[in-house]
Structures are given as structure tokens and as C-alpha cells.
């Protein structure tokens, strides 16, 4: 190879590399404006799904008929807990209700909701607020995956959270009817879950009252 080819190899090289950093810097300045925009009140609108958290967004027919059911069902001056529900929290922050929210959930970005956020790890089902204790008058949990471990302790948690004679909503796939129903008394629902990409596993509500009577049927 000659130098003058040489040469060119090593100012390709470093043309790739200086484009690569600009990117870099790019983005890096890019996510300074975002988190200036929400330390100034300027909530984002969307937040993208993360699939490491095995993350699924409803689709907005789902949200809307949840969110609507959600208020019908808390009443006047209600309470509703969203446990690992980010689409469904966003979508009752959007509606004109009196209810009080909270989020619990994984995800540290959806901290910028402040005092609705509650850090949340279903590994750890009872590591909640003690004043969130028998507190909630609907609750809508959608653990992240499809596994015994999973269900099991995010059950802990909605019992803790649920006020005496309170509502459970649980939305998870249909391979975990059973158990859902066994852990919490949880009956499947005709209203089916919808999310924005298809899922391979279907997905159902299963509720602990006659949910189909109120929320209209998603098919």
C-alpha cells in the first residue's frame, strides 16, 4: 500500500470519527433542552416504549375506554392507582375528573410527573409509602411480564394498595387468567387489550366486578 493510500485511509477514518462525535454532542444537547423543558413544567407528550422493560403503549381506543372507565368507577373525589400503567396514567392526566392519581412505576423518566410518581419495582412489592396503605378506590395493574414471579408480586401489591370493597383491573395475557383470577378474584373481561404494535401473546382485562357492563368493548 503506498503512503499517499495510507494517507487517505487515516483522513477517511477521522472524518467518520468527527461525524460520530458531532452526533454525539448533537444528542447530547438534545436531551440538556429536554430535561431544561420539564425542570420548567413542559411535560413531553410522548414518551417512546423501552422494550428492555418490556414496555407495550396501549393504543388510544384501549386508553380512552380505561381511563373513562377508571373515573366512572373511583366517583366523585375518587382515587386510582396505576401500577406499571404509564398509558393509562398519561391518559387520565389529559380527562376533566376530580380523582387523585399515582403512578407507580419502573421507568425513572416518568418521575417528571412529581408527586404522582412513585419509584416502583415488583420485585419488591411492599416497598411503597405506608400512607398509600388501603388508599386507592380502583386500582389497574399491568405487570411488565408474563411470568408467575411477576403476577404473584404485583398482587402484593394491589392488596396492599386497595381500599376495602375496591375495584382491580388487571390487563396481562391471557396465559395468566387462572392465576390471575386465583391471587386476586379477578374475572376475564370481554374488553380486550389493544396496543399500539401487536403483541404475539392476546391481552384481556380481568376485573373483580362486572367491568363489561360499563366499558365499552374494544375488538
Known sequence: ?????????SLQLSAQTMGALLEFYKEQEERKDKLRQIEEGDIPDFFEENWNMSQFWYSEETATSLAEECIRAAG???????VCSPTLYRKLRKMDHNCSLKLLEYDTRFAVFKEDFILYDFKNPLEVPRDLFENFDVIVADPPYLSEDCLTK?????KYLMKPNGKIIVCTGS???ELAGRLLGVNKCQFQIKHVNSLSNPFWCYANYNLDSHCKIDL
Not at 1 to 9: A, G, L, T, V
Not at 76 to 82: P, Y
Open 76 to 82: 366523585c373525589n375518587g382515587s386510582i392507582a396505576c
Open 175 to 177: 396465559v395468566m387468567e
Open 1 to 9: 500500500m503506498s503512503s499517499s493510500e495510507s494517507d487517505d485511509d
Open 154 to 158: 404485583t398482587a402484593v401489591t394491589v
